[in-house]
């Protein structure tokens, strides 16, 4: 299957939805209807660090994202050990 091409405008608008209007990155990305890494991607094209192991900046959009991604992972990281926690408990019962 052939990648889809955005032209210049949809990709400047996407970006503006997560900078200007601090919308979450994955929020943005379901709007449109595009990979959330795709969007990643267009706003490190742009110059915006989303490593949000790398150090912090003092670009107050830059961090808003990096907070954004951080929220996102704690999400994401929570669910997970809550399915890991149900896991457990599945299997300490079987083995009984």
Known sequence: ????????QFK???VKLVIEQRMEIGEAARKLGIPHSTLGG????RGFNLDVSAALSDDPRVLVIQVKDL????KRLEMEKEILKKATAFFANQSR
Do not use: G, I, S, T
């Open 42 to 45: 267009w706003l490190k094209q």
């Open 12 to 14: 400047d608008d996407a």
């Open 1 to 8: 299957m052939k990648p889809k091409k955005y032209n210049r």
């Open 71 to 74: 929220r996102e992972q704690v």
